[in-house]
């Protein structure tokens, strides 16, 4: 492919995934996560070819450019995009596939001093948010998400989205059904939880821990309830008083400091939560 319809490709990639894109030449003039990936090929080829100190002065002048730090010898493939650009930073060994994006201060890092493959393989139509930081020699599967700020340090799988330090993968609301969703939020107001907790749009671990300790409440109240039943059937006097209802006032720090202390508790005793 020539270097014109390289660029065009780029260009073109840039209109699909940045709204604000308004023209060709504010693309070329304005775009420093393009520069950036541009002065990266010429870098990169002359770090292939052994001309390790102009590549690396090349990549160095790149920095001071555009404020994003590629090492010549990272391996980038077809429409990546950088959007914003400052502060991101992907390390020597790094590979990234095909029509991938990464926004402002991620970093492709390293978690070892020895040589060798040491820094993240992301696969085609990845993206990763700000301020992430994607590290060791893991493999971030084609379609893979990570959310902003989340810290990766194991392999991420097909269409899956990370979020959280360390980050794990969450449950999107199109894989729960509707009457599940319902039902949580039911089960929330009856027991003194805001409904953000267990909302399907709030991909959060500790959301989702505690959506699925509802789901147990709620499948705990209803055997009770049934063997209510069955003994008043049978002449017994039982769950004859109303249960008395939760007033859940504001926290005291102390409480808060309980409940997190808490929540590591169940993730060190199950960690799949």
Sequence with gaps: MSVISRLKEDIESIYHRDPAANSTLEILLNYPGMHAIWLHRISHKLWKRKWCVTARCLSTFSRWLTGVEIHPGATIGRRFFIDHGMAVVIGETAEIGDDCTL???VTLGGTTWQAGKRHPTLGNNVVIGAGAKVLGPITMHDGARVGSNSVVVKDVQPDKTVVGIPGRVVTTASSESKETNERRTQMAKKYGFDAY??????????????????DHMHLMDTKVQDVCKAVQGMGGEVCTEKLPELNVGEFTEDEKAAATRRIKEIDEFDPSI
């Design 103 to 105: 926004y402002h201060s």
């Design 197 to 214: 907790a267990v909302s399907p749009d709030n991909p959060d671990p500790v959301a989702n821990a505690i959506g699925q300790m509802l």
